[in-house]
């Protein structure tokens, strides 16, 4: 699975250790930047690894600010685009299986490398259920439409 990172200058340490943990796991990697700790614009970064996984140039995307706000809303401006927020994998179990998220926001301010590596394991392992949730989704790409 190949899957794309974004972040800002607050996600920046988190998306290195997420870019390793997937690197180590056998994950293929396109990492839309930013490169270091200097103050960036989360937008610019959100929407690039947005695209590459709006347009199948990865099949998931993981993206990280301070809160993971910011970063989540303007990936979900892209259309195709399901990114979810998480803080603990309950959260990145549950949009997996109900809204078929195909991105993971997290906040690098907010949480740990040991809780975002089991955030991200869970998000790309956990299949989506299909079904009544099917239904739900399509009605949200409805509304893009
Ligand atoms: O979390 C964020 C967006 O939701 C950003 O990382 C945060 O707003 C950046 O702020 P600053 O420029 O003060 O570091």
């Given at each position: 699975m190949k899957v794309s990172l974004g972040c800002d200058h607050g996600g920046f340490a988190l998306k290195e250790h997420v870019k390793g943990w997937l690197e180590a796991h056998g994950y293929e990697v396109l990492?839309?930047?930013?490169h270091s700790t200097d103050s960036v614009d989360y937008p610019v970064f959100g929407r690039a690894a947005a695209?590459?996984?709006?347009?199948?140039r990865c099949e998931r995307g993981i993206v990280v600010c301070t809160t993971g706000i910011g970063i989540s809303i303007s990936a979900n401006k892209v259309k195709g685009i399901r990114c979810a927020l998480c803080s603990e994998p309950l959260s990145a179990e549950m949009t997996r299986r109900h809204n078929n998220a195909n991105m993971l926001a997290m906040g690098g301010g907010l949480i740990g490398a040991n809780m975002a590596d089991r955030i991200v394991e869970v998000f790309l392992t956990t299949e989506f259920e299909s079904g009544r949730h099917q239904r739900r989704v399509d009605l949200i790409s409805d509304i893009e439409a």
């Amino acid at each position: 699975m190949k899957v794309s990172l974004g972040c800002d200058h607050g996600g920046f340490a988190l998306k290195e250790h997420v870019k390793g943990w997937l690197e180590a796991h056998g994950y293929e990697v396109l990492d839309c930047g930013c490169h270091s700790t200097d103050s960036v614009d989360y937008p610019v970064f959100g929407r690039a690894a947005a695209e590459a996984v709006a347009d199948g140039r990865c099949e998931r995307g993981i993206v990280v600010c301070t809160t993971g706000i910011g970063i989540s809303i303007s990936a979900n401006k892209v259309k195709g685009i399901r990114c979810a927020l998480c803080s603990e994998p309950l959260s990145a179990e549950m949009t997996r299986r109900h809204n078929n998220a195909n991105m993971l926001a997290m906040g690098g301010g907010l949480i740990g490398a040991n809780m975002a590596d089991r955030i991200v394991e869970v998000f790309l392992t956990t299949e989506f259920e299909s079904g009544r949730h099917q239904r739900r989704v399509d009605l949200i790409s409805d509304i893009e439409a």
